[in-house]
């Protein structure tokens, strides 16, 4: 059974930081893009990151661009969102997914988690 498990969310003041994990288990981790994910009340779910089978390459919403740093490590089968200088507007459920080939569409990605809540105050 394919699972994704995201941790790591919570309530944090805004100019502070979280790090996001997705674990995931019954597939071979290495194979797969993975990416992150987040949906605010009453908007679309929108890319946040994404990061490439090995991890060389990278994607970068523009929004959290320089902010944000998307990771993985294939010997735990996990990956992080390291989340820096949070503003209120990053309140919203992440998702974590995963995708047969790379790249930023969420089209792209089958398998997904249910999300933890990541609450930044002003």
């Known amino acids: 059974q394919v699972q994704l498990v995201e941790s790591g969310g919570g309530l944090v003041q805004a100019g502070g930081s979280l790090r996001l994990s ?18 605010a009340p009453g908007k679309e779910r929108e890319s946040v990151a994404a990061i490439s089978w090995g991890g060389a390459s990278t994607y970068y919403a523009g929004s959290v661009k320089g902010r944000f740093t998307i990771s993985r490590d294939n010997t735990k089968n996990t990956m992080y969102l390291q989340m820096n200088s949070l503003k209120p507007e990053d309140t919203a459920v992440y998702y974590c997914a995963a995708a047969a080939r790379y790249g930023s569409d969420k089209d792209l990605y089958d398998t997904w988690g249910h999300g933890t809540q990541v609450t930044v105050s002003s």
């Open 22 to 39: 997705c674990a995931a288990s019954g597939l071979t981790f290495r194979n797969y893009a993975m990416g992150w994910f987040r949906q």
